[in-house]
């Protein structure tokens, strides 16, 4: 790799690469890396970005490529999940050139948790929340000679279409996988409002901000033009603003795309009308972050504030748009019982999505459901140390502590995991309706044939979220 003034690497979860951990899925390219990327290079910084999952890159190589890239900073991208090769990358860094490289963490766990750039002290700066304008900013001071040091927070950029597109220049697109065919990754908001409190998200940055319609699809057209006709918004709530999809989908059309592109988004921001534009502009998937069939535990207990009347409606109108539509369902909750687990199952059939995916409960710090989990002594205070030493052992999803709902143990809420998903797939209503679909694409058979083998094996699908 040539010299660099600036080297972005996005953590993996472990270095173990053979022992092929779950939650490890690389999908897709770093978007986050790639926007503060697109940034460095509008200022004639030069970047590059390395995803070590990706090349199967360990830690002596990583160290190898900032040898001969002798970049001045390197930045860490960092979730929760990833925190331990960070330190690792940290703490190597520091051994073998002090503090001549100039380290910044950055991404979801820093913006949770601040106070571990304290605790760990191995990094000269962390930024949290966005950090387009906050990290270029840092970058070229240190390119100039500064000394910076301590916890900045990001600067939320109000209007998202000043940021250029994301640098997919700088990473191996090929090398990504997924799902089925060639697909991109697109986001066209930012920013989630709610406070549902099992999630950490909002702690990345809660005002919510579009992009617009044009600003969108002209980065659409650039890999049109180039052969990706799948897209995938990875907005958290992509129908937030009923106008800006309405103009979204109406842009695409416009423009004479023909295109295929699946998003998430809440049941109570859908309507009839609005679901038939999507489609009509090539929505071909819509998954739901529904969380539990029993009222009391998704209003009450967790905070998602949507009724069942609107997600048994969401899920109608997405089916009779031939728009495949998917549930996110979790298990393991604040006072959620027997009573309570199985009224998510028979909720599953009842609303009768194309698909379903169900996760146990993961404490993740910035949401509120992880301090409460401390409290009560459900999970140990010091998890995300613990994790980030590595004492947890390898792998996130396989060792992360869940919720564990008095009088449950985990080993009965996997079970009811099990169950679930039994349920829901091999129900004659849902064999019946795919059978067409897996006789025309056989792909689509295997793919799901390995997932029901994945999870009755390891409890667990590979493309799980939660
Ligand atoms: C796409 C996606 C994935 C993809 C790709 C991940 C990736 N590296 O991009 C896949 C499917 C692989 C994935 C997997 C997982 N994901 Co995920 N994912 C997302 C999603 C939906 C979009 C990410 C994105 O592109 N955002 C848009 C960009 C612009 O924002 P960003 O990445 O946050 O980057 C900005 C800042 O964070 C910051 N920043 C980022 N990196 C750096 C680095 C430096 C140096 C600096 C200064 C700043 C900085 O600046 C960026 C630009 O403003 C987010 C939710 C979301 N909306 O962000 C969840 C999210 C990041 N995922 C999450 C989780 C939990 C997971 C899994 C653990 C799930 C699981 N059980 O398997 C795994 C872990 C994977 C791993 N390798 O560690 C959580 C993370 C929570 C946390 N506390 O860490 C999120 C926030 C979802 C949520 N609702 O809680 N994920
Ligand atoms: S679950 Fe979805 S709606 Fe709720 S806070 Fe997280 S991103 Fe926002």
Redesign the pocket.
């Known amino acids: 790799m040539n010299n660099c003034d600036v080297l972005?690497i996005?953590?993996?979860?472990t270095f173990e690469f053979h022992l092929n951990v779950?939650?490890?899925?690389?999908?897709?390219?770093?978007?986050?890396?790639m926007?503060?990327a697109a940034m460095l290079e509008r200022k004639n910084v030069k970047v590059k970005i390395i995803?070590p999952?990706i090349e199967k890159m360990v830690l002596s190589e990583i160290i190898q490529t900032i040898d001969s890239a002798k970049p001045t900073v390197v930045?860490?991208?960092?979730?929760?999940?990833?925190l331990r090769t960070c330190v690792q990358i940290a703490k190597a860094i520091r051994a073998r050139y002090g503090h001549s490289i100039k380290i910044?963490?950055?991404?979801?766990?820093?913006?949770?948790?601040p106070d571990f750039y304290n605790r760990f002290q191995l990094f000269d700066?962390?930024?949290t929340?966005?950090?387009?304008i906050?990290?270029t900013d840092?970058a070229v001071r240190f390119l100039q000679g500064e000394k910076i040091f301590g916890i900045i927070k990001?600067e939320t950029?109000k209007q998202l279409d000043e940021i250029p597109f994301?640098a997919r220049h700088l990473v191996n697109l090929e090398k990504y996988q997924c799902f089925l065919e060639k697909e991109m990754?697109i986001?066209t908001s930012?920013g989630?409002p709610f406070k549902c409190n099992f999630?950490?998200?909002p702690?990345?940055?809660k005002r919510y901000r579009m992009r617009s319609s044009d600003n969108i699809v002209d980065e659409m057209e650039i890999w049109y033009r180039k052969g990706w006709k799948n897209f995938y918004f990875?907005?958290?709530i992509l129908t937030m603003n009923r106008k800006h999809v309405m103009n979204l989908c109406d842009e695409i059309i416009h423009r004479g795309l023909n295109v295929k592109w699946g998003s998430?988004t809440r049941a109570d921001c859908v309507d009839g009308e609005l679901v038939k534009k999507m489609a009509a502009a090539g929505c071909r998937a819509m998954l739901y972050g529904v969380e539990s069939g029993n009222t009391r535990i998704r209003n009450e207990v967790i905070g998602k504030g949507v009724s069942e009347k609107k997600i048994l409606e969401a899920i109608r109108i997405t089916n009779k748009n031939n728009i495949v539509s998917g549930m996110f369902l979790m298990m393991g909750f604040p006072t959620e019982g027997k009573k309570e687990l199985k009224d998510t199952i028979k909720f599953a059939s009842k609303a009768d999505p194309s698909v379903i995916g169900v996760?146990l409960t993961?404490p993740?710090?910035?949401?509120k459901i992880y301090y409460q989990a401390i409290k009560e002594g459900v999970i140990p205070d010091n998890t995300i140390d613990l994790y980030a030493q590595g004492e947890m052992g390898e792998g996130?999803?396989e060792n992360?502590p869940v919720y564990i709902p008095k009088g449950m143990t985990k080993k009965k809420l996997e079970q009811y995991k099990k169950i679930a998903i039994l349920l829901f797939y091999f129900r004659p209503r849902w064999l019946f309706k795919n059978a067409g679909r897996y006789m025309k694409n056989k792909n689509l058979f295997w793919f799901d044939f390995n997932k029901a083998i994945s999870i009755f094996l390891r409890g667990q699908s590979r493309?799980?979220?939660?």
């Open positions: 972005l996005n953590c993996p979860i779950l939650g490890d899925q690389r999908y897709w390219p770093p978007l986050g890396l926007y503060l995803d999952a930045g860490l991208s960092s979730l929760t999940s990833s910044c963490i950055g991404g979801s766990h820093i913006s949770a948790d700066v962390a930024i929340g966005e950090a387009e906050t990290f840092v990001g950029i994301p990754g986001i930012r989630c999630c950490s998200r702690a990345v940055s990875l907005d958290d998430n996760h993961k993740m710090p910035g949401a996130f999803v992360w493309e799980s979220m939660s």
